[in-house]
């Protein structure tokens, strides 16, 4: 299949049994998992992926929307695509796409990404580091995700504490973890909502305690995950 619209990369996939929920569909967390996984791949690639760390900087993912138009099944072949989509003030932009074999559009992802320091977590410009033609900060998106704020009447909440099979490589929780906890927490209340946009705003840490709290605003619904005071990300579904 070869590169559709403006994408730049692509991998094959096929879904796993271990990707998919008892409906036999693939769960968000496992679609952020194979976003996460091409991201990388894509980047290590072009030289701004692990090689990074040389220079003392990282990628943060901030936030991240995700769409899906039908859920890809057990044992099905999808083809994923991304690419870079420039850059607006301190956020690199990177587009996902996901098609089945006959090139139906099945989902679709949006992200912004912060490059930081990696020891003092100062941020970055990427075009001011990576090349242009990845990061031209004259070539925007046609859609950015939304900055979220939490509103609407508080229906349920639950607390939960940070295990070790929550972190990444930096010993912080894994972008997909905070996704999980939101769709175990959703289950609990009899939802399944085919998007996401999520927000992360602070870092998370193992025996870190987070308390989510679900708000219903109408159709849109809200959960907000904090740690004590600290607000650690928000996610905004339709249901």
């Not at 175990?184 to 987070?210: M, R, T, W």
Request: net charge negative; proline share 4%; glycine share 6%.
């Amino acid at each position: 299949m070869t590169l559709p619209e403006s994408f730049q990369f692509s991998k094959v996939f096929e879904v796993g049994s271990f990707q998919v929920n008892p409906d036999g569909k693939i769960s968000l967390t496992s679609l952020a998992d194979l976003f996460q996984e091409i991201a990388w791949a894509h980047a290590d690639s072009a030289d701004f992926g692990r090689n990074l760390s040389e220079m003392n900087l990282m990628w943060a993912l901030a936030r991240l929307e995700i769409n899906l138009l039908k859920f890809p099944r057990w044992g099905e072949t999808i083809h994923l695509f991304t690419g870079s989509k420039g850059a607006d003030k301190l956020f690199a932009f990177r587009d996902f796409m996901v098609c089945d074999e006959n090139e139906r559009v099945l989902a679709r992802g949006m992200s912004s990404w912060l490059l930081l320091n990696s020891g003092t977590k100062r941020i970055h410009k990427p075009e001011a580091i990576l090349p242009p033609a990845l990061f031209d900060p004259n070539m925007k998106p046609d859609r950015q995700p939304h900055k979220l704020v939490a509103a609407g009447d508080l229906i349920a909440t639950e607390e939960l504490k940070v295990r070790f099979s929550d972190l990444d490589l930096n010993y912080h929780v894994n972008n997909t973890s905070y996704i999980r906890w939101v769709e175990n927490f959703l289950a609990d209340q009899g939802i399944y909502p085919s998007d996401l946009s999520i927000n992360y705003l602070a870092e998370c840490h193992k025996d870190d305690l987070v308390n989510l709290k679900l708000f219903n605003n109408r159709e849109v619904k809200f959960i907000e995950g904090r740690v004590g005071e600290k607000l650690v990300f928000i996610v905004r579904f339709q249901s």
